[in-house]
């Protein structure tokens, strides 16, 4: 949809919170929508093809290093260059066992943490208790758009 044509038609913004539709008229908003859908589908169609390039660069990066320790490699053209990384995440599945094999290091080599992670129904709670709320850091998260159909 041309996005000119889009603001220039008679078109309704419908507003919808949870299951209460309402109809509006923002110009703006409208134009602000249709873009945001096309930007969208050219932003999908891009990363599509960066992943096709993404696939070729890693794929070379793991036959030249073979059995390398290295985690990057760098590839140029001219002035061009892309660096692949090659990460790992390494997480204990059996730190029972683990700790058996490893016995007095086990607390040298392995980090062992406690999260505290509060469910929905406490923030409901810290809006009514100040007490709750000061021991809490209540923070919004950054608002995200989503094409819907």
Not at 26 to 45: G, Q, T
Not at 89 to 97: A, C, F, G, P, Y
Not at 104 to 129: C, G, H, I, Q, W
């Amino acid at each position: 949809m041309n996005i000119t044509n889009a603001t220039k038609e008679t078109k309704v913004l419908e507003v919808k919170i949870g299951r209460k539709k309402t109809q509006e008229k923002d110009r703006d908003v409208e134009a602000a929508v249709a873009k945001f859908i096309s930007v969208k589908a050219k932003i999908e169609e891009l990363n599509e093809k960066l992943n096709e390039t993404k696939v070729v660069l890693i794929a070379k990066g793991r036959k030249v290093l073979g059995e390398d320790d290295a985690a990057t490699i760098t590839f140029g053209v001219d002035d061009d260059r892309v660096q692949v990384k090659f990460d790992y995440e390494i997480k204990v599945s059996d730190s029972v066992k683990l700790k058996s094999i490893l016995g007095v290091r086990f607390d040298d080599l392995v980090r062992t943490k406690t999260e505290y992670t509060p469910v929905k129904k406490l923030k409901e709670m810290a809006s009514k208790n100040e007490s709750i709320l000061k021991c809490i850091d209540v923070k919004e998260k950054s608002p995200s758009c989503t094409v819907v159909k």
